[in-house]
């Protein structure tokens, strides 16, 4: 199985690439994690413009035929185990997308198969990526039995 990560950030904040990276490390079989920065630059003061702007350019992105998931604080929330279950019972790769500092589009959210919310706070994006590549891994590790989820 292969996962997608697309995220969208106007920064160059590399602050917490090292937490990241050693992650996206440790997914290993039967998944494959793929990070795919979209980086965007405010082009309207218009939120719902800036949304829809962003949303164009992640669907250049998305491959049709996998399962496209998206973050959304209005998604449905999961413990460790059944995000774990979400994604090992999928018979196809997932994009997963983490929208911009407004959110994700309304017409891209309706595309989803699944919206997923970790919280009804909101979080920074480099704090929300870690935490959702972290998910990830804890979920190999429920799926594999590994101890890290036990710690």
Same mark, same amino acid.
């Given at each position: =199985? @292969? +996962? /997608? *990560?697309?995220?969208?950030?106007?920064? &160059?904040?590399?602050?917490? *690439? #090292?937490?990241?990276?050693?992650?996206?490390?440790?997914? @290993?079989?039967? =998944? &494959? $994690? %793929? *990070?795919? @920065? $979209?980086?965007? &630059?405010? %082009?309207? /003061?218009?939120?719902?413009?800036?949304?829809?702007? %962003?949303?164009?350019?992640?669907?250049?992105?998305?491959?049709?035929?996998?399962?496209?998931?998206?973050?959304?604080k209005k998604g449905e929330k999961f413990s460790s185990e059944g995000f774990s279950n +979400? +994604?090992?019972?999928?018979?196809?790769?997932? !994009?997963?997308?983490i929208g911009g500092p407004f959110g994700i589009s309304k017409k891209l959210l309706d595309?989803?198969? @699944? +919206?997923?919310?970790?919280? !009804? =706070?909101? #979080?920074?994006?480099?704090?929300?990526?870690?935490?959702?590549?972290?998910?990830?891994?804890?979920?190999?590790?429920? #799926?594999?039995?590994?101890?890290?989820?036990? &710690?």
């Amino acid at each position: =199985m @292969k +996962l /997608n *990560l697309l995220y969208v950030s106007s920064q &160059k904040n590399k602050s917490a *690439l #090292f937490l990241e990276n050693d992650l996206v490390k440790r997914i @290993k079989s039967p =998944m &494959k $994690i %793929e *990070l795919k @920065k $979209i980086f965007c &630059k405010t %082009e309207s /003061n218009n939120i719902e413009q800036q949304k829809n702007f %962003e949303s164009e350019k992640i669907k250049k992105f998305l491959n049709k035929n996998n399962f496209l998931f998206c973050f959304d604080k209005k998604g449905e929330k999961f413990s460790s185990e059944g995000f774990s279950n +979400l +994604l090992f019972k999928q018979t196809k790769d997932i !994009d997963f997308v983490i929208g911009g500092p407004f959110g994700i589009s309304k017409k891209l959210l309706d595309c989803s198969n @699944k +919206l997923i919310s970790f919280s !009804d =706070m909101e #979080f920074s994006h480099d704090i929300f990526r870690f935490m959702a590549i972290e998910q990830i891994y804890r979920a190999q590790c429920i #799926f594999n039995n590994h101890p890290y989820h036990q &710690k």
